[in-house]
């Protein structure tokens, strides 16, 4: 294999990859000079993969027929195999058409004095990724085994990508089937409950019955509008409209909509901001679920006679929005894992509190919308109190322009005067 004058050029300054990937080559040839050739071209040699911030370098292995090549193949496992087309013996077509009865992914490319087009197809039926004729120069090689490399990480991630969303839709599909179930069974005893004649003579009873289906159907109702929101937010394809929004405004239809449950349990609700509204350019919808997750999350787990605080204020140019509560509190652990999807503290004192697990990762998600933050400070038997952190400049749309964040349609609304 004629010398390259130049010898392969280093990575740039600012390229160097975060991590670092060994691969195996198989070089496979039953001339000496041949493999010492490649190996030696290919001695020090990487592959920058860009795409996942990734520098490849190589093992080289050496099989000098195609028996040894087969013996190679099951004790190495090599990742990429440069194959000679003609070998005494077990022959590259005949390699190949072992490897076709396995499963694997080691990419294969061919190497032969013999190159012709029928050669080329004959080898790329059977498994083969690219084909060299000889004599090739040692770029030639090194782009050829770049190309395999980007091939074969394509291949990989994509299938470690499907393997983690098999994983994923698993773990949904697990979670949502126990959040369901449980309702589904209480709501089912209260039913023969009432089907029961004696025991649906008592009005006590059956009023009793009809309520706990009506919480419990609420609490499933609940969780379909957040996995709704939840999906809305990351399938990309839901249309913003962004406007002018009154932090206030939103604040207190959160706070009227909780009264009836804040009353009856004695809870006082109270809302502090600067004179003068707090105006962002938001998505309505997506603010007033913010508010409502924070401000009932504050009552239902607030003790009864107890008292829930939100402040909006400025930070600028972020605004900043607390809500705290006087109730049960939680654990530096617990706190810890709160904005996971499904996540729901179960203990003495939150059993009888239904809920999703979803609303917290939600307001998550909406304040990395906004290039915010969210955090939780708390203590057991204190109380907790939430800060979201929004920086509205981050997907605001000024009059006249335009901008877009991405994943998300804008659609930019004029305020009515």
């Known amino acids: 294999m004629p010398e390259e004058p130049e010898g392969e050029p280093t990575p740039e300054p600012g390229r160097v990859a975060a991590s670092l990937e060994k691969l195996k080559i198989l070089i496979v040839d039953d001339e000496p000079g041949m493999r010492t050739a490649v190996a030696r071209a290919l001695t020090g040699f990487t592959v920058s993969v860009d795409e996942i911030r990734t520098i490849v370098s190589f093992d080289l292995i050496q099989a000098a027929s195609g028996e040894e090549a087969v013996l190679k193949l099951e004790s190495e496992k090599p990742d990429l195999m440069l194959l000679d087309h003609k070998l005494p013996g077990i022959t590259g077509l005949d390699v190949l058409a072992w490897l076709s009865d396995r499963k694997t992914d080691i990419l294969i490319i061919m ?127 839901r249309k913003r409209e962004v406007q002018d929004v009154d932090l206030g405004e939103v604040a207190r239809s959160s706070i009227e909509t909780m009264t009836p449950d804040a009353s009856a349990r004695d809870i006082t609700m109270e809302l502090s901001m600067p004179d003068g509204a707090v105006v962002i350019p938001a998505d309505r919808s997506e603010i007033e679920i913010v508010m409502n997750n924070l401000i009932s999350n504050a009552v239902k787990y607030n003790r009864d006679g107890g008292s829930v605080g939100i402040t909006i204020s400025r930070r600028s140019p972020r605004v900043l929005i607390e809500v705290s509560d006087t109730g049960i509190g939680m654990s530096r652990e617990e706190s810890a894992k709160l904005f996971k999807e499904f996540v729901r503290i179960k203990n003495q004192k939150t059993r009888n509190i239904l809920g999703s697990g979803l609303g917290l990762s939600i307001v998550q998600k909406i304040a990395n919308i906004y290039g915010g933050t969210v955090e939780v400070e708390s203590e057991p038997d204190v109380g907790s109190t939430f800060r979201v952190m929004l920086n509205p400049g981050a997907t605001a749309v000024s009059p006249g322009t335009s901008g877009e964040v991405p994943g998300h349609e804008l659609v930019k609304l004029e305020r009515e005067a």
């Open 111 to 237: 190497m032969t004095a013999y190159a012709s087009i029928e050669a080329a197809v004959t080898a790329t039926k059977k498994g083969a990724f690219d084909f060299l004729s000889k004599p090739f120069t040692p770029a030639e090689l090194k782009a050829s085994v770049r190309k395999a490399v980007g091939h074969l990480i394509a291949l990989r991630r994509a299938r470690m990508l499907e393997e983690e969303r098999r994983r994923v839709r698993f773990q949904f599909i697990s979670v949502l089937a126990h959040e369901l179930k449980a309702p589904l069974a209480a709501i089912e005893g209260y039913l023969y409950v009432l089907k029961d004649p004696i025991a649906c003579a008592d009005t006590a009873t059956r009023n009793l019955a009809v309520d706990r289906c009506l919480i419990r159907l609420g609490g499933m109702r609940k969780l379909i509008l957040d996995l709704l929101d939840l999906t809305r937010l990351e399938s990309g394809q």
